[in-house]
């Protein structure tokens, strides 16, 4: 495969903590350190290189120590590409990220030429696991069945409602708001409005304009955290005081800083908080006393990608990508912080679970994702 070279941010994870003496071991964390997604590229880092932290103070996997290498893929595909290429040629053996579908597809091409294992918390397209890629894996589910939680909740709730499907025509963001449209497609409910809208765009005047001329009492979201919420407050100035509903897309706290007050209220899928499992507690601690981090989101889903690897890593006897590959192959239960995970031969979780979360009030009185 030809291999495209683009200028990259590529940093050693001592610019963000302390350098791992003697490491041994690369592991690259690559997802949009900067841009309007930084906030999942510092859940991304966050994640892993506590897990990192934690390992080596153990003794590392194997008697070898891990290093982190970052790397900026700033939530662009071909950003990505010059990523992946760049962690391959400094020999990183194992890959923790990206976090866009759109991203991870590209470099998962080259991740998989070099014998690299991937492993993302976050890529939900079916496609990402779905071309026969040795090296490829997941610790997220995926968006077809996301979908389905999300159709059927809908077609419980809203299906007496005029209901729009809106995307922002990325990979993930478009083929999520597909698989739930066709959950809602086949429950008999047709939608009113079905719209693309740019990732980045600012100004949503015409959507919301559309929206309110259809009559729409529900609008389903396939997308990111920054523009759902701009969409929000634009509707709201509008005077439009309908619900929404998102995706794992939107799961952090940013969301509500950029669509104030109308957020709340607004629904969205993601699987049940792994911050309240009464087993990684001492873990949840070390983030919010050591790091000063909130591990809301992927933030334990990337440290549990790096338990994954030590896990598969210690059953193979061996560091080399793809026993370690085979390893997580081969119906082995990962014990992992967000719970049980094992793999089928695409590479995806066998068993996934999505719950549905509202956006309220919580004890502080900020607005946050609850569990329904």
């Not at 194997?62 to 020999?91: F, H, I, M, T, Y």
């Not at 005047?205 to 407050?233: D, N």
């Not at 967000?338 to 502080?364: H, L, M």
């Amino acid at each position: 495969m030809k291999r495209y070279f683009l200028p990259v941010l590529v940093l050693s994870a001592g610019a963000l903590m302390a350098s791992v003496a003697h490491a041994q071991v690369k592991l690259g964390v690559a997802g949009p350190v900067t841009g309007p997604n930084a906030a999942f590229g510092a859940q991304l880092a966050n994640g892993a290189e506590q897990a990192v932290a934690d390992i080596n103070a153990a003794g590392g996997i194997l008697g070898q120590k891990l290093e982190v290498v970052l790397g900026d893929d700033v939530s662009d595909p071909r950003q990505g590409v010059s990523v992946a290429n760049k962690l391959a040629g400094e020999g990183v053996k194992f890959v923790v990220g990206h976090f866009n579908s759109g991203v991870s597809i590209p470099a998962s091409e080259i991740y998989a030429e070099s014998g690299i294992v991937q492993i993302t918390p976050a890529s939900t397209n079916p496609q990402f696991t779905e071309r026969g890629l040795p090296t490829v894996f997941r610790t997220c589910g995926r968006d077809d069945q996301q979908g389905e939680v999300a159709g059927n909740f809908i077609l419980k709730t809203f299906k007496a409602k005029k209901v729009a499907v809106v995307h922002d025509k990325t990979p993930y963001g478009k083929g999520l708001a597909d698989e739930t449209r066709k959950v809602i497609n086949k429950g008999g409910l047709q939608e009113v409005v079905y719209e693309g809208v740019n990732p980045g765009e600012k100004d949503f005047t015409a959507l919301v304009s559309k929206l309110k001329s259809a009559g729409v009492e529900f609008m389903y979201w396939g997308g990111l955290h920054t523009e759902l919420g701009l969409i929000i407050r634009q509707m709201r100035d509008q005077g439009m005081n309908i619900t929404a509903m998102g995706a794992d897309g939107i799961v952090s706290e940013e969301f509500a800083s950029i669509g104030g007050p109308g957020v709340e209220g607004t629904k969205m899928t993601f699987p049940p908080d792994p911050r309240k499992r009464p087993e990684v507690q001492e873990i949840v601690k070390r983030f919010t006393e050591q790091r000063k981090f909130n591990p809301e989101a992927y933030t334990l889903y990337s440290y549990a990608a790096v338990q994954v690897i030590k896990q598969a890593a210690e059953k193979a006897g061996s560091l080399e990508p793809k026993k370690v590959a085979e390893a997580m192959k081969s119906g082995m239960i990962f014990k992992t912080v967000v719970g049980d995970i094992s793999y089928d031969r695409k590479g995806d979780r066998t068993r996934p679970d999505y719950v549905v979360y509202s956006w309220r009030k919580g004890a502080d009185g900020k607005i946050t994702y609850i569990e329904d």
